[in-house]
């Protein structure tokens, strides 16, 4: 089993960044591929992007890719979401989830069985 807290949420103007993490505790963190969503106001939790156990694999939603990038340093137990060119639309309670199963992550939110409380970030237009 495993523990997620995140941080790093907050308030931004358009065009700023912002980067999150994930501490995780318990298990072998690298045991773990990791993934972050979002949840908007009114709307269904949705993926950001996704990482494999040692870090050689991510994957996007095509509406970030280009402008988030997700790492991991497995020796600080620690999973990260940088977070450049921000818009308005991406305002959003962010999660990290963890995945004990498979090795490459997925985008899909039911594949993950730890998660973590959320952070909040606010972008202003």
């Known amino acids: 089993q495993v523990q997620l807290v995140e941080s790093g949420g907050g308030l931004v103007q358009a065009g700023g960044s912002l980067r999150l993490s994930c501490a995780a505790s318990?298990?072998?963190?690298?045991?773990?591929?990791m993934g972050w969503f979002r949840q908007a106001p009114g709307k269904e939790r949705e993926f950001v992007a996704t990482i494999s156990r040692s870090g050689g694999y991510t994957g996007y939603a095509d509406s970030v890719k280009g402008r988030f990038t997700i790492s991991r340093d497995n020796a600080k137990n620690t999973v990260y979401l940088q977070m450049n060119s921000l818009k308005p639309e991406d305002t959003a309670v962010y999660y990290c989830?963890?995945?004990?199963?498979?090795?490459?992550?997925?985008?899909?939110?039911?594949?993950?069985?730890?998660w973590g409380q959320g952070t909040q970030v606010t972008v202003s237009s």
């Open positions: 318990g298990r072998t963190f690298s045991s773990y591929a």
């Open positions: 989830a963890a995945d004990e199963f498979r090795l490459y992550g997925s985008n899909w939110s039911a594949n993950y069985d730890y």
